[in-house]
């Protein structure tokens, strides 16, 4: 049976241009992204030209600035096209906050030089990129990466391997976190590395419980040679360009966990509006009534919270607290609601014939990137109550 179409949410947007925009983008998830996303996913396929159009449409570099090719949205804006494209194929939505994550880097401690030279083909000239902090023994103590960047005359030579790295393998450029000097977070440094460089490589994509079509893959650096122009930033400073990426990139993941969340929402919805028992339709149940409230009770307080979140990004304002309750509230949402969609849909929602298995598997991995669930509380009680004693 192929996916249902997901109903359109009923939003409130700054602008006229905004409206036209999410528009287009529920134009393209509808006609071009959701029919084939059953038989993609299925498939393992990576829908590259999907991401092509999306550049082509303007959607790569949304919250960047124009004089770059960038689109000039809020992240208000932005995230709620990330929900959109999320609720038609998580590879899609996620994809597309990845590489808005790849970009940042540049966009934000770039020199001007920098910018003009690179950001025009990452946001608007068909560039695809890929983020590289995490390493197989670094993950959530990211500040221990072992990654090496060593200086010769005018290069850096890095060597090391990264985990867990969407788009390792396809990305056209990866923004590597790697160390420079001492141990610690001030010992690292950031670098644009282009995807075809002499001694990069990636491994087989990682076998995944969901989002199959998006591979995931440890992405190998054996003696890559890099000019100093590429450097991000001062030396010493990308675990501060790192960390101040993730907050953005948690809202990312947010707005994605909510577009799951909706998707799943309505072929709950739409199935127990069909399905019969006892003489009516089993959404005649208070049983079922009672969870598909929950469900969106849930889904709307997320949306409301990730949008506070970002409503203070474009503000100027502090909000690595708020992003990362955002991450938190929303991914466990799309979690319990996934879940609950399955259990809607009874033995049906346990078959590849219907959607639902697949949100409940793909709303999973959201709880563990960008940071897992449990990082997010710990950052949480860090802006509450200070940082540990030791």
């Not at 030279?117 to 670094?138: D, F, K, N, R, V």
């Amino acid at each position: 049976m192929p996916d249902r179409a997901p109903q359109p949410v009923d939003r409130q947007l700054p602008t006229d241009e905004a409206r036209d925009l999410i528009s287009l983008v529920r134009d393209i998830a509808q006609h071009e992204i959701a029919p084939r996303t059953a038989e993609d996913e299925a498939a393992e396929r990576f829908p590259r030209e999907l991401f092509t159009l999306l550049s082509e449409s303007g959607l790569l570099g949304l919250p960047y600035d124009p004089e770059y090719g960038g689109g000039d949205q809020p992240y208000e804006v932005y995230l709620q096209v990330l929900e959109e494209l999320a609720a038609a194929r998580l590879t899609v939505g996620l994809g597309v906050s990845v590489h808005t994550l790849a970009s940042y880097a540049l966009a934000s401690f770039g020199s001007k030089e920098q910018r003009a030279e690179h950001l025009p083909a990452m946001l608007g000239g068909g560039l695809l990129g890929a983020y590289c902090l995490s390493e197989p023994a670094s993950g959530s103590d990211a500040a221990s990466l072992r990654t090496k960047a060593v200086r010769d005359g005018d290069d850096w030579v890095i060597t090391g391997t990264k985990a867990w790295i969407t788009h390792g393998g396809v990305a056209d450029f990866y923004t590597v976190m790697a160390r420079t000097g001492e141990e610690g977070p001030r010992g690292i440094t950031a670098f644009l590395v282009p995807g075809d460089a002499e001694g990069l490589s990636a491994a087989v994509p990682e076998r995944k419980m969901g989002m199959k079509g998006s591979p995931t893959a440890q992405v190998h650096l054996d003696g890559v040679r890099v000019p100093d122009a590429r450097r991000i930033g001062e030396e010493g400073q990308g675990f501060a360009i790192a960390l101040s990426a993730l907050d953005g990139g948690r809202l990312g993941i947010a707005a994605c966990a909510i577009g799951v969340a909706q998707a799943a929402l309505d072929e709950a919805l739409g199935y127990a509006t069909e399905r019969r028992q006892f003489g009516r339709p089993i959404a005649d149940f208070q049983g079922v009534r009672f969870m598909l409230a929950d469900m969106a009770t849930q889904i709307e307080a997320g949306r409301a919270l990730y949008l506070a979140a970002a409503r203070l990004r474009d503000a100027g304002r502090p909000f690595a607290k708020q992003a990362a309750m955002a991450k938190l509230h929303c991914t466990d949402t799309a979690m319990r609601v996934t879940t609950d969609a399955v259990q809607i849909l009874g033995g049906y929602g346990y078959t590849a014939d219907f959607p639902a298995e697949r949100y409940m598997r793909e709303a999973k991995v959201l709880q563990i990137v960008e940071g897992t669930n449990q990082i997010q509380r710990m950052v949480i009680a860090r802006h509450l109550a200070g940082p540990e004693t030791r």
